[in-house]
């Protein structure tokens, strides 16, 4: 079993930058791959970033691209979000989640997930 706590979201202009982090305890953390996903209000929760277990490999959706940097830290068993040049579009909760498997980008291939954190981007 895995426990993951997200924080550092808020409220921040568009362009402005936010690092949301996930924590985890548990079993060993450095045995999982870690995704990031998001939910807007009436829309489907939708993948934002993925970073395999040892932290060497890392994918990114085409909206976050460019802008987002997924990096993780096992000595400290935590996942950090670093976005920048917030968007209106980028608003939602934001989810950590985490698979012993292989990360991928459909939810269903992950066994455990956060409680969320709010991200609201005004214009």
């Known amino acids: 079993q895995v426990q993951l706590v997200e924080s550092g979201g808020g409220l921040v202009q568009a362009g402005g930058s936010l690092r949301l982090s996930c924590a985890a305890s548990g079993r060993t953390f450095s045995n999982y791959d870690i995704g990031w996903f998001r939910q807007a209000p009436g829309k489907e929760r939708e993948f934002v970033t993925r970073i395999n277990w040892r932290g060497s490999h890392t994918y990114y959706s085409d909206s976050v691209k460019g802008r987002f940097t997924i990096s993780r830290d096992n000595a400290k068993n935590t996942v950090y979000l670093q976005m920048n040049s917030l968007k209106p579009e980028d608003t939602a909760v934001y989810y950590c989640?985490?698979?012993?498997?292989?990360?991928?980008?459909?939810?269903?291939?992950?066994?455990?997930w956060g409680q969320g954190t709010q991200v609201t981007v005004s214009s």
């Open positions: 989640a985490a698979t012993r498997g292989v990360g991928t980008s459909r939810p269903e291939n992950y066994d455990y």
